[in-house]
């Protein structure tokens, strides 16, 4: 094999005291709000966790489970939980909903609909977050304008005009695409729906944030079911980190149960969380270009001013990723052993199934596994965070045609 196709930069970590009052909007208390609320949504249904004893055999592991997002809502990956909620919220505080006890039937009622209209909700997407704020939009009755930035593959765009959005492909890259979002939504009175978060902009974000919450709440019951008491290490993908920030907060503030070690995972193109781990000197920083990268959903250059310190509280390592170790992920999660499951996941949902098997199976002289502990006490947790959201690149990485 050859491993400097599959190189994986490790930066490690030492948390830091995790701020009380930044994680509280994702402790259990909240996060089963949010669920209760996701609950009462059309077409809601625990995404299932995958338990793969064939593959933790090979690996030399105590146990591999995967949380599979792709069947969440029928949209092939898990970015509608974070919209849904955030347009909710936002919708709440615009004709006065009690957000208490705020489900889909309220936000759904003539009423409200009346009220709203004339709103038109605006972002900036790399495929699945916009799919989400699509969706959520036509449940709604909204409007929606959906940018995304050079290079994104043409399915995904068709995959969002078919829920009804306005649809414009940039010549900018993500982050720049970003800015446009928020220039259109000012000057159209939209509600600017973005999952990353600046300076004067972090209420959306962060209630997009705490929708993410409701894969840590059903995975903890489901870990719980398989009669594991905890997994010892949690894999989380970060494109501007709310995802990763979310779910590493939620699950270090639940009570009675020990913390697992988290690895966050990055494209070398799009390393934002990894370069500013590395630095150490107390400042964000970003990453420029055309962050091109398979992994498109985790291609964003600036990390989410809400994220990083709910990252710096509780991630073990911070790791930046060849293309090729999701490609790797991708064709192990393709091809199970023995009674394992196949699970289709997407380049972003499949980097860390590649860590983990560059770690135990391709070497690096098994400096890697050793830096990341993955002995046979290890029980590793993966979220497939989408499955194939570009079916004609999926088929060409795991096809190899």
């Avoid at 009346?114 to 709103?119: F, N, T, Y």
């Avoid at 830096?371 to 190899?400: F, Y």
Wanted: hydrophobic share 45%.
């Amino acid at each position: 094999m050859n491993l400097p196709q599959r190189e994986i930069l490790v930066q490690p970590w030492q948390p830091e005291a995790l701020d009380a009052a930044q994680s509280a909007p994702y402790a259990p208390g909240e996060a089963q709000r949010v669920l209760r609320f996701h609950r009462s949504m059309p077409g809601y249904a625990p995404t299932p966790l995958h338990s793969l004893p064939a593959l933790a055999a090979l690996l030399g592991v105590r146990a591999i489970y995967v949380k599979d997002e792709s069947p969440r809502f029928g949209l092939n990956a898990f970015k509608a939980l974070g919209g849904s909620w955030a347009a909710a919220r936002w919708v709440a505080e615009r004709v006065g909903l009690d957000d208490e006890h705020l489900n889909f039937a309220a936000l759904t009622s003539p009423n409200v609909r009346e009220r709203l209209q004339g709103l038109t909700l605006v972002t900036t997407t790399d495929g699945n977050h916009g799919r989400g704020i699509a969706w959520v939009a036509r449940q709604l009755g909204l409007p929606a304008i959906v940018y995304m930035p050079k290079g994104t593959a043409q399915e995904r765009v068709d995959n969002i005009r078919a829920l009804g959005a306005t649809v414009e492909v940039s010549d900018l890259n993500y982050d720049d695409t970003v800015r446009l979002a928020a220039r259109t939504a000012r000057e159209v009175g939209g509600a600017l729906m973005q999952d990353t978060a600046w300076p004067g902009y972090e209420q959306v974000p962060r209630w997009i944030m705490q929708g993410y919450t409701t894969i840590a709440s059903e995975a903890r019951e489901q870990v719980t079911a398989l009669g594991d008491a905890a997994p010892t290490h949690l894999f989380l993908q970060a494109g501007a980190g709310s995802f990763a920030g979310a779910l590493a907060a939620c699950w270090a503030t639940w009570p009675g149960q020990p913390v697992p070690r988290i690895a966050v995972l990055e494209p070398h193109a799009a390393n934002c969380f990894y370069a500013t781990a590395r630095a150490a000197d107390g400042h964000l920083h970003a990453v420029g270009g055309d962050l091109r990268t398979i992994m498109a959903g985790l291609s964003v250059g600036e990390p989410s001013t809400l994220a990083w310190p709910l990252l710096a509280g509780t991630a073990s390592w911070f790791l930046s990723c060849a293309d090729e170790v999701a490609a790797l992920g991708m064709r192990v999660l393709a091809s199970p052993l023995g009674q394992d499951p196949r699970i289709i996941a997407g380049e972003s949902g499949a980097v860390g199934a590649g860590v983990l098997a560059a770690a135990c199976l391709c070497g690096q002289g098994n400096a890697l596994r050793e830096i990341l502990g993955l002995d046979e006490h290890a029980s590793v947790l993966l979220i497939n965070t989408e499955g194939d959201t570009d079916r004609e690149n999926w088929r060409k990485v795991v096809w190899g045609c």
